[in-house]
């Protein structure tokens, strides 16, 4: 229980789906072989910290930020420019690392002290600008970021596909730098959602929340709450800027699509609603949901649609055409919105009601 | 008697209406001051100017010898004044444990303060561990009152303790607020329960329009029939 910091998900179908949700991304590379697994479980497990980070701004302070994404593409641009330039090695992950991480809690520190203090849609119009303009910046210095075209960059050697740690006769599957790279990845998302548990169970926790329900009472008492909602800020930025990193030494690159993208930005609200605001178990399980629909939707699809064509159904092999996985993916996230208000973790822990975990007079 | 609290010509515009109007009083220390007044005549404006969620437009607000007018709410209550809200105002999503714990600030909870809230409050300890949003309208209030004495303060502002109340809980928490006074605090209390009023007031003050209307001693208004229907629109007899 230490290490979820005293708030297990208080669900056994949470748990349950918990456990074989970690279990599956833990043995990814030995159950489902093939770099497209390998590349959904990397991309679910980044997602997941980013997400959980989003999530202690809105879920947990209520805050709405248009600017998480730049603090991703942050820690990704760092560490591509440093590999970039300094070439494949542990001093260049170092200093990409020491420069990306303070860069983006800094950036973070002076959006929290100049825009929390005004109401929260403006504060949502502000990120929304300063991420704009950082996107634009990153496109203009094509000379440090390769501007449309990004920076690819080659790993230091232990990380490498190349690089063989264990042949394939021991597990029956070759550990090499890719997989190494990946297992850095599983551990470092855990980590930073472990560390965001710890956060929001911690009494600065209890203040963003009482800060989310009302921040004129929880001042009342004595709260200063534009430092708490700067530091919840920085916090937030750190993660997501740690998510960069990961994102780009797994891709070995780094580019306004992968990084910076508002389309990214739009994910992660949807990730976070998905899964349930306030919870952080539900990052996890919004990011799972979402980046498996994203990549495997489309091949069940055409699956379904040829299977109905060969049974004769009239209609459902066009309306379950591949080329309109879109469309699915859209009414899937209406049907989620509708049946799981609170997310899917909201539902699980406290059924269709509100929160009541104590008596109702 | 030394005033802990004063005001002095506090003027107070919320968008473009001017809700205080030059208001000048005085709370004694050690004593519960009640302000009166119809509604919307400015008495919970005056308790959110003083705690510093309405900024004073002008005038001067001193506690204890400090001017606080221009200081933020968070430092105004680290300087030792509690405020409760009218409304039942619980942070829902947190636990009653929470919510005590959140108030006790810098450190952890001082038992013999808990014990002592429980025995007004028995059903603080009976649902500790379940959400604030759960309990119901009285056990809100209660738990919004432990939260302002579970530190010591220097002065508690109170707006409408007892409203929508059941007679039964309205008892408990003047029984509770009698023993806070007879402790020594220091309460500026907004009540429209006269029999409440009756029970707790040193002295008086009568808002409307923004500006105080009447000041004397609470056992002197509660005499003055005449006087109620002239300052209050009705007799405090007939609104208990």
Avoid at chain 1, 213 to 235: D, K, M, P, Q, S
Avoid at chain 1, 247 to 255: F, I, K, M, V
Avoid at chain 1, 344 to 359: F, H, I, Q
């Amino acid at each position: 229980m230490m290490i979820l910091s005293g708030d297990p998900p208080k669900s056994r179908v949470l748990t349950l789906v918990l456990v074989l949700i970690i279990l599956a991304l833990a043995a990814t590379p030995f159950l489902f072989p093939g770099a497209k697994a390998l590349n959904v479980a990397a991309k679910i497990c980044v997602f997941a910290a980013l997400v959980a980070s989003y999530d202690l701004l809105l879920g947990y302070t209520g805050t709405v930020s248009f600017a998480h994404t730049m603090f991703y593409g942050i820690g990704s641009y760092a560490i591509a420019i440093a590999l970039y330039g300094m070439g494949p090695n542990w001093a260049a992950v170092a200093t990409g690392i020491v420069t990306g991480l303070p860069l983006a809690a800094l950036l973070a520190l002076a959006i929290g002290l100049f825009s929390l203090r005004v109401a929260a849609i403006f504060f949502a119009m502000i990120t929304l600008a300063v991420a704009s303009a950082f996107q634009v910046l990153a496109s203009q210095l094509s000379w440090l970021t390769g501007g449309e075209d990004g920076r690819s960059f080659r790993l230091p050697e232990l990380l490498r596909p190349g690089t063989v740690l264990i042949p394939k006769d021991m597990f029956g599957v070759e550990i090499n730098g890719r997989i190494l790279t990946y297992y850095l990845v599983f551990a470092g998302s855990a980590l930073m959602i472990l560390a965001l548990l710890r956060v929001v169970n911690s009494p600065f926790g209890r203040v963003l929340q009482a800060i989310r329900e009302n921040r004129f009472r929880a001042e009342a008492l004595g709260f200063r709450t534009v430092f708490h909602l700067t530091y919840a800020n920085c916090i937030a930025a750190l993660v997501a800027a740690s998510a960069g990193i990961l994102n780009a030494l797994w891709l070995r690159y780094a580019g306004p699509d992968t990084s910076l993208s508002f389309s990214i930005m739009l994910d992660i609200l949807l990730m976070v609603v998905i899964g349930g605001m306030g919870t952080i178990y539900g990052a996890v399980i919004g990011a799972t949901i979402f980046i498996v629909a994203q990549n495997y939707l489309q091949s069940l699809m055409g699956v379904a649609s040829k299977a109905a064509d060969e049974a004769g159904l009239p209609l459902l092999p066009g309306l379950l055409h591949p080329d309109r996985w879109l469309l699915w993916l859209g009414l899937l996230f209406i049907a989620s919105v509708y049946f799981f208000p609170t997310g899917v973790v909201g539902r699980l822990r406290y059924g269709g009601g509100k929160k009541t975990a104590g008596p109702s007079h | 008697m030394t005033d802990l609290l004063t005001l002095s010509g506090v003027h107070t515009h919320i968008g473009r209406y001017h809700i205080l109007q030059g208001i000048d009083l005085a709370v004694p220390e050690g004593q519960v001051t009640m302000l009166l007044g119809r509604n919307g005549a400015g008495k919970t404006t005056t308790l959110r100017t003083i705690i510093g969620l309405w900024q004073a437009s002008k005038g001067e607000i001193s506690l204890g010898g400090t001017r606080i007018e221009s200081l933020a709410t968070p430092d105004i209550a680290r300087l030792g004044v509690g405020y409760v809200p009218e409304s039942m105002a619980v942070f829902s999503d947190l636990t009653v444990k929470e919510n005590l714990v959140l108030a006790a600030r810098d450190g952890p909870l001082d038992d013999t303060q808990l014990d002592w809230i429980f025995g007004f409050f028995p059903a603080l300890r009976r649902f500790w561990l379940s959400r604030a949003g759960s309990l119901s309208g009285g056990q809100k209030q209660m738990l919004s009152i432990a939260r302002a004495i579970i530190e010591p303060r220097k002065l508690l502002l109170i707006d409408e303790p007892t409203k929508g109340l059941a007679p039964a809980i309205v008892m408990a928490l003047i029984e509770c607020l009698k023993e806070i006074k007879r402790k020594g605090a220091t309460i500026l209390l907004v009540e429209q329960n006269f029999f409440a009023a009756r029970e707790l007031g040193d002295s008086v003050l009568v808002m409307d329009n923004g500006t105080i209307v009447h000041r004397g001693e609470m056992a002197a208004l509660a005499a003055d029939v005449p006087l109620q229907e002239r300052l209050l629109g009705l007799s405090l007899e007939t609104h208990q």
